[in-house]
């Protein structure tokens, strides 16, 4: 019985370790980093235009459930992105020839970038997170991790002044593509945004990116 016992014992301890060094994050090594860079950087290239779902999920500590929302998002090389809520209200975020315009009852209005800062910031955060030149600025500091099917990279701002959040996490999936931001503002405040049903290169109406009248 003893015998029984120790062994389902260590067949228990065995599990949780195989499990834990499954799920664990290693950092890459420098020559993974530079390989990743190159394909991320190699991939934005590629691309024309990307397209797809997001779900938007808001956590915050004295929220009793995060707040979810989801929508399109529309993004080309001309740094044009169409980002628009469908649920749980409608509104389109359009940023254009390095205009800002927030649509909402089909009535568009352009935001003043100077007093609308976080506006401004998001968009360029969201654009350059979505073509990979985001790790390429100079103003975080970046560690790279393997995190199961996804790498991770973590941008922390070296100076906090003027930065809307204290740390930011992509994760790049397979094809080199970002399929997840995180926008952490506080321990228990952080935005989580998934991106799903990309489309790459795939034709997208020049509307799109037009200001409804």
């Known amino acids: 019985m003893n015998y029984s016992i120790s062994k389902l014992t260590l067949s228990f301890l065995a599990f949780l370790f195989l499990s834990f060094f499954s799920n664990a994050q290693t950092e890459l090594t420098s020559t993974e980093i ?13 691309f024309q235009n990307l397209q797809g779902n997001f779900i938007q ?28 809520y469908l649920e749980p209200f409608a509104m389109g975020i359009l940023f254009t020839d390095g205009k800002l315009f927030l649509t909402e009852n089909g009535k568009a209005r352009e935001i003043d970038v100077s007093a609308y800062k976080m506006f401004d910031q998001l968009s360029e955060l969201i654009s350059e997170s979505i073509n990979g030149k985001i790790i390429q600025q100079q103003d975080f500091e970046i560690s790279y991790t393997k995190a199961g099917d996804f790498t991770k990279t973590i941008l922390k701002p070296i100076s906090q002044q003027q930065q809307l959040f204290s740390q930011i996490e992509l994760y790049f999936n397979s094809d080199y593509l970002v399929e997840q931001i995180k926008l952490i503002e506080g321990e228990e405040s952080y935005v989580l945004i998934r991106l799903n049903d990309l489309k790459v290169n795939q034709p997208i109406a020049e509307s799109v990116f037009e200001v409804e009248k």
């Open 34 to 46: 530079e390989n990743f860079q190159q394909q991320v950087f190699a991939k934005a290239e590629e």
């Open 57 to 84: 999920t808001k956590h915050e500590e004295f929220l009793s459930a995060p707040a979810e929302s989801s929508g399109k998002f529309y993004y080309n090389t001309n740094n044009q992105l169409n980002w628009t």
